[in-house]
């Protein structure tokens, strides 16, 4: 589904180049559910960017679903975001002055759908994540677990391929952090791929593989059993010098 | 994205901030309140000059005696200047064809006396014709005689304020006056005219030409009206009468307007006046317009977060474009609308408080403030829209 290869991503900071990301190369297969870690500035954030295609990497290949889209011009890039993927953030970016429908409704505006099916296709989103009888509630009136709800549902209301998903339990207690989770691994269950960039371990171990990220570059990859010996290395790499 | 969830987009972004959508609303819709009220005052008063020629008629010729009044060189030298005689008008009513009727005219100020009251009253010297050429009526009485020109007659005219001033609630038709030294009996009374070229025809009192000449001690005429029989003949008409009366005076030293020139004149000077009026008005539209872009600026970057956002979901940049650019039409249309209304108030009020005036504004005045009112929410909204559409996902979800 997704293949990277050589990707680099230099930013200017202040006139002196800080490398994000140097040669990345991974492959991410139809339906997996990674987990990318690592210490603040390793780049983790700056990868999801770009396999979000808000960002482009400087030097590299991404291909997604067979097609280079680094070479893609900004309104094909739009399209791409649109019907391909969907995205959950930390602080949830709801649209304040929306409510939990309208919000869930917000993709399929700019999609061209009318409103009638605008409104059904919502509310069975909202339905699917438990919170149909909170629809016309306005974000402030949500918590912050059904917050991240509407938000999960605004991200798949579309049917992306690829949810990616940057620190989404980051502002959430245990209780709702767990239950958002189960709502991201139900959908990666049922055929979505899911990539979580996170801190947690907690959050990490449940992937069925983890991508540890330093400097810019992937130091190790863990799948399975080896899942526990990442989290460590971050750890180290988190405590250490 | 239909136009429909655009502006609903646009609408419920706006509803977010009342006040500050209110204030920028306001600033158009006194622009546009200034456009149609001063353009209605701008077309008001040309429709009260108008009004003002059509009182006196329309096919008339007006022989004004040029150099007994603006004589130029020393006196006694050259240029000796002559008089615009009864004998002249007489010579054009008779040797030009197209006139129907002329009218001599001879005005100054004197004295109306009845017993103890007194009141200075515009005399007014003129001949039985005057009464349908300068569209008057009598409200009691009748009017001048149609005697020959020459002829002095103790009779007056008064106009309705003179008369009301010195016989309070009574009839002075038949009572013996006072103009001046001239003892005149009243033979009538004018009904309400109110002002015709600047002279307050309610404040008359007309005598016949050869006594005001008389009573004023004028050898010459103020003004000569013709009236020409038919509106087409009214330049050839002017032309013979200038000819006519050169031959007499032995060099040309009158002038004669037609009431076309002269209401050609007023026109264009009033439309110019009114285009300048609406200039004016509109640059407070302009100055609204900053407004409005001042608060789509600052909206944008309240809402960079959002914008991030827009684009993560998938929003072209010509959607994102096209949302803010609504909102920006949309306060300024709205702003249009406000004023609309707000500029018909005060004209209704301008005309109750002054009726004379027939202020309206003109209907081109109308559709161009509002357009304008739409188009300065387009152009001034261009600038933070695309600051909105140029944003970097990455940056703007970030808020920065």
């Not at chain 1, 780049?43 to 590299?60: F, V």
């Not at chain 1, 061209?112 to 306005?138: C, D, N, W, Y």
């Not at chain 2, 655009?6 to 819709?29: D, E, N």
């Amino acid at each position: 589904m997704i293949r990277l290869k050589g990707i680099s991503r230099t930013f200017d900071v202040g006139g002196e180049p800080v490398h994000a990301l140097t040669d990345v190369d991974e492959t991410i297969g139809a339906g997996e559910h990674l987990a990318i870690m690592g210490p603040s500035g390793s780049g983790k954030s700056t990868l999801l960017h770009i396999l979000g295609c808000l960002d482009r990497p400087d030097r590299g290949v991404y291909e997604l679903l067979g097609r280079d889209v680094a070479r893609l011009d900004e309104g094909e890039l739009s399209l791409v975001r649109r019907h391909t993927i969907g995205f959950v953030f930390q602080f949830f970016h709801l649209v304040p002055r929306l409510t939990a429908l309208e919000n869930v409704e917000l993709p399929m505006v700019f999609a061209g759908i009318e409103a009638g099916e605008r409104r059904e296709r919502a509310t069975s989103r909202l339905r699917a994540v438990g919170l149909e009888p909170r629809a016309t509630h306005r974000p402030d009136q949500l918590s912050g677990g059904e917050r991240q709800r509407v938000a999960i549902a605004r991200a798949t209301v579309l049917d992306p391929k690829l949810l990616l998903a940057d620190e989404p339990t980051g502002n959430l207690d245990t209780a709702s952090g767990r239950q958002v989770l189960e709502i991201l691994e139900q959908m990666n269950a049922a055929g979505l791929t899911l990539v979580v960039v996170t801190h947690d371990p907690a959050v990490a171990r449940r992937a069925r593989r983890v991508l540890v990220l330093k400097d810019g570059r992937v130091v190790h990859r863990g799948d399975g059993a080896h899942i526990q010996a990442a989290v460590e290395i971050l750890a180290a790499a988190e405590n250490g010098p | 994205m239909s136009l429909r969830d655009v502006l609903g987009f646009a609408a419920l972004a706006l509803r977010g901030h009342r006040v500050r959508t209110g204030m920028s609303l306001l600033g158009v819709a006194i622009g546009v309140a200034a456009v149609v009220t001063l353009t209605a005052l701008g077309e008001g008063a040309r429709l009260y000059v108008v009004g003002q020629f059509a009182s006196i008629g329309t096919n008339l010729v007006i022989v004004v005696p040029g150099k007994t009044e603006t004589t130029g060189g020393m006196p006694g030298m050259g240029g000796v200047p002559n008089d615009l005689t009864l004998e002249d008008a007489r010579a054009v009513l008779r040797g030009v064809a197209e006139v129907e009727k002329a009218v001599p005219f001879v005005i100054g100020t004197e004295t109306l006396a009845f017993q103890e009251r007194r009141r200075q009253v515009a005399v007014f010297g003129s001949t039985s014709d005057a009464l349908e050429v300068r569209r008057l009526t009598v409200a009691g009485g009748r009017f001048l005689p149609p005697l020959e020109w020459e002829r002095t007659s103790p009779v007056t005219v008064l106009g309705r304020t003179a008369a009301g001033e010195l016989f309070p609630g009574r009839d002075p038709v038949g009572e013996i006056v006072r103009v001046g030294d001239w003892r005149m009996r009243v033979i009538g009374v004018l009904a309400p005219r109110g002002q015709q070229l600047g002279i307050d025809m309610d404040d008359v009192a007309i005598v016949t030409v050869a006594t005001a000449m008389k009573m004023l001690n004028r050898r010459s005429l103020f003004r000569l009206l013709l009236q020409v029989r038919t509106h087409a003949d009214l330049d050839r008409t002017k032309d013979r009468v200038v000819r006519l009366i050169k031959e007499r005076h032995g060099e040309e030293d009158v002038t004669a307007i037609t009431q076309d020139a002269v209401l050609g004149a007023f026109t264009s000077i009033l439309g110019a006046l009114t285009l300048a009026l609406a200039g004016i008005a509109s640059v407070s539209l302009a100055v609204a317009g900053v407004g409005i872009m001042n608060v789509m600026l600052v909206s944008v970057s309240e809402r960079t977060r959002e914008i991030g956002l827009l684009k993560a979901l998938g929003a072209e940049r010509r959607q994102i474009l096209l949302a803010f650019l609504a909102e920006a039409v949309l306060i300024s249309s709205a702003g249009g609308l406000l004023g609309l209304a707000v500029g018909w108030l005060a004209v209704r009020g301008l005309v109750l408080l002054y009726p004379a005036l027939p202020a309206s504004p003109p209907p081109w005045a109308v559709v161009a403030a509002f357009s304008l009112s739409v188009a300065v929410g387009a152009v001034f909204g261009v600038l933070p829209a695309r600051r909105a559409t140029r944003l970097d996902p990455v940056a703007a979800l970030a808020g920065r």
